[in-house]
C-alpha cells in the first residue's frame, strides 16, 4: 500500500520562515556554483554593486564592493526564499519541478526585466551567453536548495 499524504494546516508564517531558511541555503549554493560557472566578464560591476553605488551616489571602492555584493546578495536571498515559502503555503504547485522553476523564474523576472529596467544590467539581448547560462543554472540551483531546505524546515515547523 501507499503512504497516505496528510494534509498539514496551511501558514503562511510557517512558510515564509522555512522560505527565508532554504532562502539562505539557496543563497549559499549559488554562490558555490557561480564559483564554477562565473556570471560576469572581468571589469564588469556587478548588478548588486551597481544598486548600491546607485542608491549611495557615488561609487564604491575596494572591499565596499564585495560587501555591498555579499550584502545585496545574502538578502535578496533570503527574502526571495522567503516569498516562496509564504506563496507555497498558499499555492502548493508553486514548487514545481523541486523549485528550480521558482530559481529559473527568479532569474527570468531579475536578469530579464527588472535589472535592465533599472539600469544595472545590459537589456537581455545585449548579455554575454556565458551571463546567460551561468544565471539559468545558478539560479536553478538556487531553487533546488531553497525548496530541499524549505520542505524540511517546514516538515520541523508543525
Do not use: C, D
Not at 99 to 105: D, E, K, R, Y
Request: without cysteine; proline residues 6%; charged residues 20%.
Amino acid at each position: 500500500m501507499g503512504r497516505k499524504k496528510t494534509q498539514r494546516k496551511r501558514s503562511v508564517v510557517k512558510g515564509a520562515l522555512a522560505g527565508l531558511a532554504g532562502g539562505i541555503a539557496g543563497a549559499g549554493a549559488k554562490l558555490v556554483v557561480e564559483a564554477i560557472l562565473p556570471p560576469g566578464v572581468p571589469g564588469e560591476i556587478p548588478a548588486p554593486v551597481a544598486l548600491v553605488e546607485k542608491a549611495a551616489g557615488h561609487p564604491l571602492k575596494g572591499t565596499e564592493r564585495e560587501a555591498a555584493r555579499q550584502a545585496v546578495h545574502w538578502v535578496f536571498g533570503a527574502l526571495a526564499g522567503a516569498a516562496y515559502g509564504a506563496a507555497v503555503e498558499l499555492l502548493p504547485e508553486a514548487s514545481t519541478w523541486r523549485g528550480a522553476a521558482f530559481g529559473l523564474a527568479l532569474n527570468r523576472f531579475t536578469h530579464s526585466r527588472l535589472l535592465p529596467r533599472m539600469g544595472l544590467e545590459a537589456p537581455v539581448g545585449e548579455q554575454s551567453t556565458q551571463k546567460k547560462q551561468s544565471e539559468w543554472v545558478t539560479h536553478a540551483a538556487y531553487g533546488l536548495v531553497t525548496e530541499a531546505v524549505r520542505r524540511g524546515v517546514r516538515r520541523g515547523l508543525e
